[in-house]
């Protein structure tokens, strides 16, 4: 069983970063991939960035450019670093771990963007 607790989040004025780090309870070695996703307010999740065991990543192109996922496999942690941040991104954002044929969840951290 492994359990994520998601932190980084907060209130920044457009333009901004933040990181958003993904530690895990367990070890993420062996990890097929983590995945962030975000939902605003009145909106479905949504994918926002991915990182396979490879070390690929796929972004939505919503955040393309602007955003990095990146996990520290010692350190059981995930990242995803948010630069040139825009209203549009505010949402709470999750991470998910998925790993030897399971999905874990994260319980999300709010990130706000003012204009």
């Known amino acids: 069983q492994v359990q994520l607790v998601e932190s980084g989040g907060g209130l920044v004025q457009a333009g901004g970063s933040l990181r958003l780090s993904c530690v895990a309870s367990g070890s993420i070695f062996g990890l097929n991939a983590m995945t962030w996703y975000r939902e605003a307010p009145g909106k479905q999740r949504e994918f926002v960035a991915v990182i396979a065991s490879g070390g690929s990543t796929t972004y939505a192109d919503s955040v393309k450019g602007r955003f990095t996922i990146s996990t520290d496999i010692p350190k059981n942690t995930g990242y995803l670093q948010m630069n040139s941040l825009k209203p549009e991104d505010t949402g709470v954002y999750y991470c998910?771990?998925?790993?030897?044929?399971?999905?874990?969840w994260g319980q999300g951290t709010q990130v706000t963007v003012s204009s």
């Open positions: 998910n771990l998925y790993k030897r044929g399971v999905a874990y």
